[in-house]
């Protein structure tokens, strides 16, 4: 018997949908969206989907599309995660509308067959062991304290050139995890069963372990596309021990997590031209005590001082409107840092206003919506023009100002 499907989009207004009522309590637990009882038995109002992807509640496939097209999610997906565009359209060969479960499965399953074409990649990992004769290092101390001084077996330590290493353990574990998964094609099944046992005496990660770290280097050089792409679907798939029992398997994205991640990395990059340093969640306070704490998404810092900030935001309020307290927030951080113009970058919407405002003795803010359907390169050179504006000082902007910063009246 198939397992009941319930389909959301990724939304900020409230829809009607019908579901069991531990579906809706698992839509919590998960911190999928807000929800809400109506009078009609077994209907709830979903409001604020902020997570994008599929997963089981309660005996029940509940897939949830992103209002960003797939092919553009992962673009800037593999942008945060990477710094550059690794994963391109041609590299995935998925449909226009796939969801993006079997898109995900679909692009690793290819990475990783290209990464094993030539055999599972073999490195040096450093063994203790008891064994009949001396190989690497000879640990006395616990050939004493374990052996009692016996002469075998000998307690050594040893280099062993093996297969199970962290990159094929990252590759394995997010085969695994995906086969788990509701809504991978059978096809895509098949080829991940093959990784699965190109990769066998490889170890697993458990679940809720710590995912190894690996290294970019020359020697993995063969693996820099399915790494990545198995560290999303790790990250994603940890959804069942972070949401309790109502929850099972399942891979989600936090769309604003997304994209305030791409919009980081892209401009991390396009401010290297400029020098100075790029830094997100910067800490400081508005007030002489130090109590009052604020925390700016990105300051552009110069010499240890602050040279520009930058909020970014991806959801935005009803009928289009930005709210207020962006506005406010960002005149606050502009008074504490000196600085005549703020920005706020958005995620755009269908009906979006730009440009600017110039607030009452205080600061000049822009504000700019990033449209996500458009290729992520284009997206890029939009954050490199923010840069190189924010770099070299917008001319219309310091014309409006005085000598405090402040907009002249």
Known sequence: MPTPRIELREADQPTLHRMPREVAAGLVAARIADVSPTFVADEYRISSVRKVGVVRIAGHDVWIRPKTPVRRLFAMLGYARAGSAIWEDEDFGFAADEDLVPALAHAFERQASRALAGGALRGYVTRDDALPLVRGRWRIGDQLTRRGGQPLPVEVSFDDFVEDIAENQLVLTAATRLLRLPGVPADVVGRLRRVVRVLDGVTVVPVGATVPAVRSDRRNTRYSAVLPLASLVLSGASIKQRAGSLVGAGFLVDMWSVFEDFVTAALREAFRPYGGELVAQYMSTLDV????KIAP?????????????????YKVEKRGQYPNADLSQMAAYCRRFGLGEGRLVYAAGASDSVGRVMLIDGPVVRRSAVVLDKPSARIVDDMSRLARDLANGDASVTALLDGRGHVRR
């Open 289 to 292: 005590e130090g109590r009052v």
């Open 297 to 313: 998404d990105l300051v552009w810092l110069v010499d240890g001082e602050v040279r520009a900030c930058i909020d970014v935001k």
